[in-house]
């Protein structure tokens, strides 16, 4: 079975520290895994995912499968990061994909 | 990037009735669509995984003849709630992707639907 654990229900912090949004899974296969985000009142959209190695408004992920691990970090927060945001698992389960979610994790940045 | 749209946003049913969500990609063909439900101040919760052709893969828990899902084109995926009663309020969210593109695994999720059961 596969499981996304997001540990942090909410994260506050000032405007310029760093950020970190944890992550961490359980899958017997190769995961793929996805950070997406929704801001107040909008639909969810995705922020980045590990296959892209990219980075998205500053949001860097690296998997880490030795400690199953897929955090989120920012090196300085801005007051419009302040959203939900929530780490995803693609795998496969009984022959299909599914998508699960973590319990998503809130970032409110202070000014 | 690809669009999913959902309608209706909200619904308000009496009891008893049923209730059809539809859930549709406007820009891209979804053969696999995903059904989730949110409880407020909760995460997503995943219902049902559906391919387009084929019956609906439901998760553990999920009442098969009280939501059903019908996935019968490569643009449409609708999810009815049958008998509806109060505990199935919720808000039910379609996300769509197109797997047949290599690589192409992102989901692409709907507005969301606020269904309320008086």
């Known amino acids: 079975a596969q499981r996304v654990t997001q540990p942090e229900k909410l994260l506050s912090v000032f405007k310029g520290a760093p950020v970190e949004l944890k992550c961490n899974y359980s899958?017997?296969?190769?995961?793929?895994l996805f950070w997406y985000v929704q801001y107040s009142r909008q639909r969810l959209q995705l922020l980045l995912r590990?296959?892209s190695r990219e980075s998205i408004k500053g949001f860097t992920a690296d998997l880490n499968k030795g400690e199953t691990s897929f955090h989120l970090k920012k090196p300085f927060a801005q007051e419009e990061d302040s959203a939900m945001y929530y780490c995803?698992?693609?795998?496969?389960?009984?022959?299909?994909?599914?998508?699960?979610f973590g319990a998503g994790t809130r970032l409110a940045v202070h000014p | 990037g690809a669009v999913v749209s959902q309608h209706p946003s909200w619904v308000i049913c009496k009891s008893g009735t049923s209730v059809k969500i539809e859930c549709r990609s406007l820009?891209?063909?979804?053969?696999?669509m995903f059904w989730y439900r949110q409880f407020p101040k909760q995460s997503l919760m995943l219902m049902a995984t559906?391919?387009?052709?084929?019956?609906?893969?439901?998760e553990q828990g999920v009442e098969k003849d009280k939501f059903l899902i019908n996935h019968a084109s490569l643009t449409l995926s609708t999810l009815t709630v049958t008998s509806a009663h109060p505990e199935d309020s919720s808000f039910y969210i379609c996300?769509?992707?197109?797997?047949?593109?290599?690589?192409?695994?992102?989901?692409?999720f709907g507005q969301g639907t606020r269904l309320t059961v008086v």
């Open positions: 996300s769509a992707r197109d797997r047949r593109i290599l690589m192409n695994t992102e989901a692409f």
């Open positions: 899958y017997s296969g190769s995961p793929e």
């Open positions: 559906s391919n387009e052709g084929s019956k609906a893969t439901y």
């Open positions: 995803a698992l693609m795998g496969r389960d009984g022959g299909y994909n599914k998508l699960i």
């Open positions: 820009d891209f063909q979804a053969t696999t």
């Open positions: 590990h296959i």
